[in-house]
Every structure is written in structure tokens, then in C-alpha cells.
């Protein structure tokens, strides 16, 4: 199914509103041209020409006499001026409240069909495993979820506006020309269908050129993203020229793209508005011809015909413009439908139970994984880690510590082999059920635009305030907590930039002592900090192992020294495994990377 098809299955829901709209509409196009066909009593009136009306009348005369005769049929002129000026304002006042309706329609339906895009992109998105998030960049999804679908819900209000009531419109200005001059009204069908055999050329090369200009802004609002949020990084490195470079280019190759597609967006009004005054000059020649045959058009028919046709010529004009338009939404739509027709990947089996917690171990047998389908970041690893121990994880940077902890919560799926928890592989529970029995603290700390006590409670909408400070004050995060402004009321604003690093971690295993899980996941919490806030952090930590298994990607001797298993990673397999004691002295990798963290101040 196309985009055309696509979008408007999300008009489904709003069909009674679509059909109020769609009658007030063809309401407001009928009164409009009914108005003007006012025009032949009014001039007739005002100039005398009661007396010259022949016995044949016009289609548009019979209509007159048949819905306004009584007001209209007086002898005397001036009373017949009155009634017609009072009538045509009545019906302009009709009209106009029925364009409204219509307008009012056509905005409502337009932004309630953007908020269900943006809600069914959103709700897809969060289906997908961290691998596409990864790979994403995340400026370019914000464009698709902001720009692209502002750009393709305005298809929607102006097939409402645009394509019903000036359709509606046209076709009722069509029937009055025809039904006061069909000989000069034949030009109009003739140049309607040259309008839109030149216009097609054009908009199908709009089209082609403005799919990839969207896909330009998306590159150019990834790399303001990114700049945005690595801006540290590019102040301390001096490259803030650099990355002006880069998004002037970015930003260049956008303007490029959208200049070229707005040039055949621009030609479409010209070629129509030609087309138009061509035809306004054939209904002049055709007068001239009518009269010279000895057909010559009554005076207040031929000027109420030109009104009704200068009248006509805006309607064609934006209607005209509407495929441009449409172009414009549907290339938009394109890349809105790529993100909501992608199927999710992290999703529960069919039959997935709620995972009933740990009683004896976490096993992993004879797990594969790649992320490219080529090279193998993990290769045939075997591990037991029992239910109550701390599982210290060590290796050079790339040998796969993280790759093998993110299969625990199924961020990451085996490509061959298992993760099994007493026994049952952790594809057999549902997701959320899972992970809600794990805490997981990164390297890269999440503080959400929300309060300290919102941080620490997240997803709790009115958290137990005293559960929070205990939290608080068990990650060694209270006191700098007391010392904001508002305490635990305090907005930390966007990524928690006002806090330090330290803060922002601790914060993190707050949120996770808040929760009090059974399983741990410590990934290079502390690899990042200076040595005052490592030690707070590392004290948080420490009461953090109590009672519970945890899986710890350790860069410090500390946590490794008091693990119950140390697990030794090179290229993706585990080479060692013991306790501290057991390895330091081994001759292996591990007393050599004992030896390095010694004498590099305790990192490994």
C-alpha cells in the first residue's frame, strides 16, 4: 500500500469529523457560488434592465426565481436591490460559518492524525533492541518524529480545504458558467486536463528530489544533536571550526536539496496560472464571437460569467498546487512509515511467563554473538555464576565484558548458544517482568528533566519519599541532595548537567538501591570519575553487593579483590576464571593485567 493508502487509514477514527467537514465544505462552495449568481438580479436592478429579460431564462435564473423568487419579483428596483444586497449577505454569513466548520474540521483531524504517527512511531521505537539505537543516529529520529510528521499530517487538511472544497467549489462554478453560456464554457474543459498533463513531469521530479533533502535534514539534525551533546568534547579539543565546517556542509547539501525540489514546487503555480489566464482570454474572444454570430450574451450575464470565472481562477490555483503539496507530505511520510513498518525486535516469545527470580545461578552455555553477522564479539563462552555472588568481569577494552552482561536483560540476543537462569533460558520470561528484577548501572548515566525524588522513583508517579532518601542516603547521595535548591524537589534539568559526575552516579545507584533487585549489573560505574567521588561511589557500591548476584564490569582492584569470581575476557572469550586469590599467582592473563592495574594506580 502506498503512503496515500497508509495515511489515510489513520483517518479511520476520525470519520464522523471528516464527514462534518466534509459537508460544511460543500455547504460553504454551493453558498459561495450561489452568491454570485446573485450578480444577474443585482445588475439587472441596478442599471434598468428588468424590462430587456427575454420569456428563455438561464439555468442560473431558474435557480434564482425557484429559491429567492418572492424577494426577487417586486416591480419596483430599489425594493428588488434591497432584497438582493440583504440576500447575499445572509448568504455570505452562511458561507463563512461553514468554512469554519470546515477549517476547525480540518485542523482537528490534522493534529489528531500527527499525535497517533508520532504515538505509533514512539510506541514502535521502544520495541527495538539497543542495537538500532546505537546504529540510529538520534537527531535523525527526532526530525522524523517533529518535522517529518508536521510535514505529512498537512496532507490531511489540505485534502480537506484544498482538494474537497475547492473541488467542490470548481465543480459548482463549472455547473453555473455552463448554465449561462455552455459555448463559453467550453474552453474551461479544455484546458483543465492540458493543466494537469503538464504539472505530472514536474511533481514526479519534486518528488524524487525532496525525499532526499529530508533525508539531508535528518544527517543535519543528527550532527546538531551531536555537537549539542558532545559539546565538552569539542570545546576541550579546540575544534569548534571543525564541527562548523561539518555542519555548514550538512547544512549546505540540505539547501541544495530543498532549493532543487523547490524549483519544481514553483514552476507548478506558474504553469497553472497561465493555463488560467489563457482561458479567461478565450471566454473574452468567445463573447466577441458569440455576438458577431448574432448570439450575443446578455450584459448581466456575461459580466456575472467573468466574475464567476475571475472567482474561479483561485480555486484552480490552489488546487493546483495541492499535488506539490502532497509530494511534499508524502516523501515525509516515506521516512515516517520506514520507523513504524520496521518489526520489533525486542519482544516477548509467544507464552513468555513472568520471570519468578533467581534461586540457584545464572548459566551461560556455548554463547556466540556478532553484531555484524561477521565478526564474532563473543565466542563459545561458558559460565556459572551462583545466586548471592559478586561476578567480577576484567579484560582489555573490545574483549567483550559488556556485549556478555547486555544478554542477562536480553539487550542482546545470542546468536548461537544460551542464557539460562536456573535452568530456563531467559527467552521464556516476558521482558518487562525480567528486567524489573535488575538493576543496571552504566558508565553513562541517564537524569532524566524530572526531580531528584522522580530520578530516583522512576516510573513511580507519586514516589514513597521516605523509600527514596533511604535510597538516597544508602548511595551516599543525600547530602549533596540536601544542599540543592528545592532538596528532593529540585528539577535537575536537561541530562542532569547542573550535578558532577560523581552526583549523576550516584544518583543512578540510588535509583537502583530504590528498587532493591536481586540481580546487579555493574558496568564501568566508577571508570569515568576523579578519586574523591570514585571512593563515594565505590562505598555506595560496595553496600550496593550485599545480598544480591551481580555481574560488575570492574576497572578497579577493589572490586575485584573482594569478588567472589573473577571471570577473565580476551577477544571475546573467557580465559580465566577463580577468585582473586586464585589468579594473582597464576602465571596467566589475569596476574599480568594484576600487575598493570598495580602499578597504574588500580585500574585493569
Known amino acids: 500500500m502506498d503512503c496515500g493508502g497508509r495515511l489515510a487509514q489513520f483517518l479511520r477514527p476520525y470519520s464522523a469529523v471528516f464527514t462534518l467537514g466534509f459537508v460544511a465544505a460543500v455547504m460553504a462552495s454551493v453558498l459561495?457560488?450561489?452568491?454570485?449568481?446573485?450578480?444577474?438580479?443585482?445588475?439587472?436592478?441596478?442599471f434598468g434592465l428588468a424590462e430587456s429579460v427575454p420569456e428563455i431564462h438561464t439555468g442560473v435564473e431558474q435557480l434564482i426565481m425557484f429559491t429567492a423568487g418572492g424577494l426577487l419579483s417586486s416591480g419596483d428596483p430599489a425594493v428588488v436591490l434591497r432584497n438582493t444586497v440583504l440576500l447575499v449577505l445572509a448568504v455570505i454569513v452562511l458561507k463563512n460559518i461553514a468554512v469554519f466548520v470546515a477549517s476547525y474540521t480540518g485542523a482537528y483531524i490534522e493534529e489528531g492524525v500527527a499525535r497517533d504517527l508520532r504515538s505509533q512511531m514512539y510506541g514502535r521505537m521502544l520495541g527495538f533492541r539497543l542495537r538500532y539505537f546505537e546504529r540510529a543516529k538520534g537527531g535523525e529520529l527526532i526530525a522524523r518524529m517533529l518535522s517529518d510528521v508536521d510535514e505529512a499530517k498537512t496532507i490531511v487538511s489540505h485534502a480537506l480545504t484544498s482538494v474537497l472544497r475547492n473541488g467542490v467549489l470548481i465543480l459548482v462554478y463549472l455547473a453555473i458558467l455552463f448554465s449561462l453560456s455552455w459555448r463559453l464554457a467550453l474552453p474551461t474543459l479544455v484546458l483543465a486536463p492540458l493543466t494537469a498533463l503538464a504539472l505530472k513531469p514536474v511533481l514526479r521530479g519534486m518528488r524524487r528530489r525532496l525525499k532526499s533533502a529530508l533525508s539531508d535534514r535528518g544527517q543535519m539534525a543528527a550532527r546538531m544533536s551531536e555537537t549539542i551533546q558532545g559539546v565538552r568534547l569539542v570545546k576541550a579539543h579546540g575544534m569548534e571550526s571543525y564541527e562548523r565546517s561539518r555542519f555548514f556542509a550538512a547544512s549546505d547539501k540540505y539547501f541544495s536539496g530543498i532549493v532543487s525540489?523547490?524549483?519544481f514546487a514553483t514552476m507548478t503555480s506558474p504553469i497553472s496560472e497561465t493555463l488560467a489566464a489563457a482561458l479567461l482570454v478565450?471566454?473574452?474572444l468567445g463573447a466577441g464571437w458569440t455576438t458577431e454570430t448574432g448570439q450575443a450574451v446578455r450584459p448581466e450575464i456575461f459580466v456575472t460569467f467573468v466574475a464567476v470565472t475571475i472567482r474561479l481562477l483561485p480555486a484552480v490555483k490552489s488546487l493546483?498546487?495541492?499535488?506539490?503539496?502532497a509530494v511534499h507530505a508524502l516523501s515525509a511520510a516515506e521516512r515516517v512509515f520506514e520507523v513504524i513498518d520496521r518489526i520489533p525486535d525486542d519482544i516477548d516469545v509467544e507464552g513468555a511467563e513472568s520471570f519468578p527470580g533467581i534461586e540457584n545461578e545464572i548459566r551461560f552455555r556455548d554463547v556466540w554473538f556478532s553484531y555484524d553477522g561477521n565478526n564474532w564479539a563473543l565466542k563459545g563462552v561458558n559460565l556459572r555464576i551462583e545466586k548471592g555472588?559478586?561476578?567480577a568481569i576484567v579484560?582489555?577494552?573490545g574483549?567483550?565484558?559488556?556485549?556478555?552482561?547486555?544478554?542477562?536483560?536480553r539487550f542482546l540476543e545470542p546468536s548461537r548458544g544460551s542464557v539460562l537462569i536456573d535452568g530456563v533460558s531467559v527467552t521464556a520470561y516476558s521482558n518487562a517482568t525480567?528486567?524489573?528484577?535488575?538493576?543496571?548501572?552504566?558508565?553513562?548515566?541517564?537524569?532524566?528533566?524530572?526531580?531528584?525524588a522522580h530520578n530516583i522513583a522512576y516510573g513511580e508517579p507519586s514516589p514513597d519519599i521516605e523509600a527514596v532518601t533511604a535510597a538516597a542516603r544508602a548511595a551516599n547521595a543525600h547530602s549533596f541532595i540536601s544542599r540543592l535548591p528545592l532538596g528532593y524537589d529540585t528539577v535537575l534539568g536537561e541530562r542532569g548537567v547542573t550535578l558532577s559526575g560523581g552526583e549523576r552516579q550516584r544518583l543512578a545507584i540510588a535509583r537502583a538501591l530504590f528498587r532493591d533487585p536481586p540481580i546487579l549489573i555493574l558496568d564501568e560505574a566508577t571508570s569515568s570519575l576523579d578519586s574523591e567521588s570514585e571512593r563515594l561511589v565505590q562505598d555506595a557500591i560496595n553496600g550496593l553487593l550485599e545480598n544480591r548476584t551481580v555481574l560488575v564490569v570492574a576497572h578497579r582492584l577493589t572490586t575485584v579483590q573482594h569478588a567472589d569470581l573473577v571471570v577473565v575476557m580476551e577477544d571475546g572469550r573467557v580465559v580465566e576464571s577463580g577468585t582473586h586469590r586464585e589468579l594473582k599467582n597464576s602465571g596467566g592473563p589475569y596476574e599480568r593485567l594484576y600487575s598493570l592495574a598495580s602499578e597504574s594506580g588500580e585500574l585493569l
Open 320 to 325: 493546483s498546487r495541492f499535488p506539490a503539496r
Open 399 to 409: 574483549a567483550g565484558k559488556s556485549t556478555l552482561v547486555d544478554m542477562v536483560p
Open 32 to 46: 459561495d457560488g450561489f452568491s454570485f449568481t446573485l450578480l444577474v438580479p443585482f445588475l439587472r436592478s441596478l
Open 434 to 452: 525480567l528486567r524489573k528484577t535488575m538493576g543496571i548501572v552504566s558508565q553513562e548515566t541517564i537524569v532524566l528533566n524530572d526531580t531528584v
Open 389 to 391: 555472588q559478586v561476578a
Open 261 to 263: 525540489s523547490q524549483w
Open 395 to 397: 579484560g582489555r577494552s
Open 282 to 284: 478565450g471566454l473574452l
